[in-house]
């Protein structure tokens, strides 16, 4: 097993590890009544951000991290022509307060030397 094999092993087990590691169950929501999956990753939500001056605000940023072999084992659709599109889908997970919470993937930036994603989000409305 080389290194790259390696390192995508250790990353898809240490971020879908919701008993040791810092994962958690996020729903997937295709678009179009496509399908819902359910897959472990890791979520982000906090109120800390920069304003256009680069001064601290307080703003809401949520993103999330998952393996996509996760998705694709559950025939979730994570590419269209062979590249990453998550246009419309959403995600949902159980935040610190016990609320779940539901957002749209507002952009996307796949990993392809480890296989992963991590997506941007914003408020589902």
């Known amino acids: 097993m080389g290194l790259y094999e390696m390192a995508q092993r250790d990353f898809a087990k240490f971020s879908?590890?919701?008993?040791?590691?810092?994962a958690?169950?996020?729903?997937?929501?295709?678009?179009?009544?496509?399908?819902?999956?359910v897959a472990n990753g890791i979520c982000t939500k906090?109120?800390?951000?920069?304003?256009?001056?680069?001064?601290?605000?307080?703003?809401?940023?949520a993103s999330i991290t998952i393996?996509?072999?996760?998705?694709?084992?559950?025939?979730?659709p994570v590419r269209?022509?062979?590249e990453v599109n998550l246009t419309n889908h959403k995600v949902s997970w159980m935040d610190s307060t016990g609320t779940v919470n539901?957002?749209?993937?507002r952009e996307w930036y796949?990993?392809?030397s480890l296989g992963e994603i991590t997506c941007i989000l914003g408020d589902f409305e």
Do not use: C, R
């Open 16 to 22: 879908s590890d919701t008993v040791s590691g810092p």
């Open 67 to 76: 393996t996509e072999a996760l998705l694709t084992a559950q025939s979730y």
């Open 46 to 61: 906090h109120h800390n951000s920069l304003n256009e001056e680069g001064k601290q605000v307080n703003a809401k940023k």
């Open 80 to 82: 269209i022509k062979g």
């Open 102 to 105: 539901t957002y749209m993937i």
């Open 24 to 37: 958690k169950a996020i729903t997937f929501t295709a678009p179009n009544n496509g399908p819902v999956v």
């Open 110 to 112: 796949p990993d392809e």
